[in-house]
């Protein structure tokens, strides 16, 4: 019986190209297979209730807003971990999110250590939630 490769595939939503490309090397230096998305419908059009990885979204975007890319998985997966990031949130955004199930939620300028930690164990949970539906 062979064993399912492992998980480590994080879908990061981000329409500041810089921010987006310096945040994708720093999580492919740790290891991570990225897939960028620079809109929150090119992501959705991928994203699906088996896809083997997790979501780091920005909050605000042109058009689907990170909040609702985070709804839209939500309803389609409720096991596929989104952590979203943002630098105009507060406490209350940040609150409604958590308790509405995103995995995580990091304010810019976010420690890019404790981006790695949070994706590494989303990725984690992830394979977990995968592999029981298998079961």
Do not use: Y
């Not at 998305?37 to 689907?64: E, K, N």
């Not at 999110?97 to 790695?116: N, Q």
Request: net charge negative; charged share 30%; with cysteine.
């Amino acid at each position: 019986m062979s064993e399912a490769a492992p998980i480590n595939r994080i879908a990061l939503v981000e329409d500041d190209e810089d921010l987006a490309r310096s945040t994708a090397q720093l999580l492919k230096l740790a290891g991570f297979e990225v897939t960028l998305f620079d809109r929150a419908q090119s992501a959705l059009d991928v994203l699906d209730v088996d896809w083997p990885g997790v979501v780091v979204t920005d909050v605000r975007m042109p058009g689907i807003s990170g909040i609702d890319l985070f709804r839209t998985v939500r309803e389609r997966d409720a096991e596929l971990p989104v952590v979203l990031i943002t630098g105009h949130g507060d406490v209350d955004m940040a609150v409604d999110m958590l308790k509405s199930g995103a995995w995580d939620f990091l304010t810019k300028p976010f420690d890019p250590d404790g981006l790695v930690t949070v994706c590494a164990r989303a990725i984690r949970a992830r394979e977990l939630a995968l592999e029981n539906r298998q079961l």
